[in-house]
């Protein structure tokens, strides 16, 4: 692996149904990050995590939850996925999440759509 | 509340020069970011600056003012590979990213 690998690259969900979108980094990076991109929008944080271990809300966290277990893998779940949360999720990583020049490395992303 | 704002959108000429601002308005500043996503793909990062001036980066510069809460990327000998959306991100006192809605450049021939 080289870098942020997200899966799936895409998927089409009906509402209601669990799902939980992956991301794996090999950078050793401290900190990972969930975005969701919509059209005309910014990137917007749903959560993030400075530190194995450790997670925190983003800007917008509703519906979504994640988990740290380990350095490389910050997995986010929909537990019960609605169409609102059609769009596209980029999750990145950082070095430090709270120190220094530190810019973000981003995967490919995930396009979901919510039926 | 925090807000990035730039142009929607933008058109230059190959070979020509171009300059897309950025204005922000956060909860504290810890740095601004400038990166390049094309269509379909992840934004990769072009540049930062933390603090007032321009620095530049081959065909690229970015210029800050913190007192004005003010940036710009300059593009220069634009190439067709240049079209692309162009995201201004400011880190906030939290040291989470605040992103515009990025500004979408066309390059014409």
Redesign the interface.
């Known amino acids: 692996i080289a870098g942020i690998t997200q899966a799936p690259t895409s998927q089409i969900l009906a509402a209601g149904r669990r799902m939980t979108l992956r991301c794996t980094q090999d950078m050793r990076h401290n900190a990972m990050y969930w975005y969701r991109q919509d059209l005309?929008?910014?990137?917007?944080?749903i959560h993030?995590s400075n530190t194995a271990g450790t997670t925190g809300k983003?800007e917008v966290p509703d519906g979504y939850s994640v988990s740290r277990a380990n350095t490389d893998d910050f997995p986010l779940t929909l537990a019960s996925a609605v169409p609102s949360q059609t769009s596209v999720y980029?999750c990145a990583s950082s070095a430090s999440?709270?120190?220094g020049?530190n810019?973000?490395?981003?995967?490919?992303?995930t396009r979901l759509t919510v039926l | 509340g925090q807000n990035?704002d730039q142009p929607t959108e933008m058109t230059a000429t190959e070979g020509a020069i171009v300059q897309i601002n950025c204005t922000y308005q956060t909860s504290g500043f810890n740095?601004l970011?400038w990166y390049q996503q094309h269509a379909g793909?992840?934004?990769?990062?072009l540049s930062?600056n933390?603090l007032d001036g321009l620095e530049e980066k081959g065909r690229f510069s970015s210029f800050l003012s913190r007192s004005k809460g003010y940036s710009y990327l300059l593009l220069k000998e634009l190439q067709m590979k240049d079209s692309a959306s162009y995201?201004c991100?400011v880190r906030d006192s939290n040291?989470?990213?605040?992103?515009?809605?990025?500004t979408k450049l066309i390059i014409k021939p």
């Open positions: 005309g929008l910014g990137l917007r944080l993030y983003g980029f999440g709270t120190s020049h810019e973000q490395f981003f995967g490919p992303g | 990035i740095g970011f793909e992840a934004p990769t990062f930062y933390v995201l991100a040291y989470q990213l605040i992103w515009g809605a990025g």
